[in-house]
């Protein structure tokens, strides 16, 4: 088992960049493939970024392809993601995943962070 904690949400404006932190506790989160996702109020959660164990493969929603980005420190034990030009419409409440296997779908996965909000003003 993996136990995660999101962290780096905040209030940013519009056109601005934040950068979410999953640190993983327990067994290593190199041992999984890493999914980010959101949840709006009333929305389904929703997948932003998967990466898989050894970081060669990424996957990007349409929504965020080109403004968001996915990594991995597996020395540090913790996934990232980076985003950047931020809009209104990327408000949400954002969890990290663990998988074993790289999937798009939350159902695919295994372990949950709490989330953490971010709120994108206008």
């Known amino acids: 088992q993996v136990q995660l904690v999101e962290s780096g949400g905040g209030l940013v404006q519009a056109g601005g960049s934040l950068r979410l932190s999953c640190a993983g506790s327990g067994r290593t989160v190199s041992s999984y493939a890493m999914g980010w996702f959101r949840q709006a109020p009333g929305k389904e959660r929703d997948i932003v970024a998967a990466i898989t164990q050894s970081g060669a493969t990424t996957y990007y929603a349409d929504s965020v392809k080109g403004r968001f980005t996915i990594s991995r420190d597996n020395a540090k034990n913790t996934v990232y993601l980076q985003m950047n030009s931020l809009k209104p419409e990327d408000t949400a409440v954002y969890y990290c995943?663990?998988?074993?296997?790289?999937?798009?779908?939350?159902?695919?996965?295994?372990?949950w962070g709490q989330g953490t909000q971010v709120t994108v003003s206008s």
């Open positions: 995943a663990a998988g074993g296997q790289f999937a798009v779908a939350p159902t695919r996965y295994d372990y």
